[in-house]
T-cell receptor
Framework: AQRVTQPEKLLSVFKGAPVELKCNYSYSGSPELFWYVQYSRQRLQLLLRHISRESIKGFTADLNKGETSFHLKKPFAQEEDSAMYYCALRGDNFNKFYFGSGTKLNVKP | DSGVTQTPKHLITATGQRVTLRCSPRSGDLSVYWYQQSLDQGLQFLIQYYNGEERAKGNILERFSAQQFPDLHSELNLSSLELGDSALYFC???????????FGPGTRLTVL
């Protein structure tokens, strides 16, 4: 069964420090993975998707099929990165998406 | 602004009641998804429609139902409400199935 796990509910780092938000998934097949972000008082929005292999706002995420992970990384965290981050997987029924429980990132000054 | 709208923003009702949540997708999007987010939980996929047809079902209770109308707006009907149904209900839309979704602001349902 498809499943997305974000082991950390809360991650606190200082400004300028590297940050890694963990995401592990369970899926048999070729997954499509996404990171969504929700800033305070804003709606959930797409941050990046693995097939695009892009860097958005300094964040990158690499799909590691061997470790079934899709961790989100940024070398130097900024205060404006403070938000809820959700990892999501598109399942074998292309219409279903599975979201993790989210990680709250708190970047301290 | 992603363009997805949801009404109402807040809804307070009593157990046993029935409510309808409404979602209007972004212009041009044919696919609508509904999610439930309870306290301290992630988004739980409920159901998806594409151009008026149901395409996928997730963990949606039998007391819940949804539909997508010819103008592509969607409604989520929740009946025989229980305290545990209190949650944020999000709607999202996409151009077609499997593409990145754009989320609405959510409807906060409180069942007393």
């Amino acid at each position: 069964a498809q499943r997305v796990t974000q082991p950390e509910k809360l991650l606190s780092v200082f400004k300028g420090a590297p940050v890694e938000l963990k995401c592990n998934y369970s899926y048999s097949g070729s997954p499509e993975l996404f990171w969504y972000v929700q800033y305070s008082r804003q709606r959930l929005q797409l941050l990046l998707r693995h097939i695009s292999r892009e860097s958005i706002k300094g964040f990158t995420a690499d799909l590691n099929k061997g470790e079934t992970s899709f961790h989100l990384k940024k070398p130097f965290a900024q205060e404006e990165d403070s938000a809820m981050y959700y990892c999501a997987l598109r399942g074998d029924n292309f219409n279903k998406f599975y979201f993790g429980s989210g990680t709250k990132l708190n970047v301290k000054p | 602004d992603s363009g997805v709208t949801q009404t109402p923003k807040h809804l307070i009702t009593a157990t046993g009641q029935r409510v309808t949540l409404r979602c209007s997708p972004r212009s041009g999007d044919l696919s609508v998804y509904w999610y439930q987010q309870s306290l301290d939980q992630g988004l739980q996929f409920l159901i998806q429609y594409y151009n008026g047809e149901e395409r996928a079902k997730g963990n949606i209770l039998e007391r819940f139902s949804a539909q997508q109308f010819p103008d592509l707006h969607s409604e989520l009907n929740l009946s025989s409400l229980e305290l545990g149904d209190s949650a944020l209900y999000f709607c999202a839309s996409s151009v077609d199935a499997g593409r990145a979704q754009y989320f609405g602001p959510g409807t906060r349902l409180t069942v007393l």
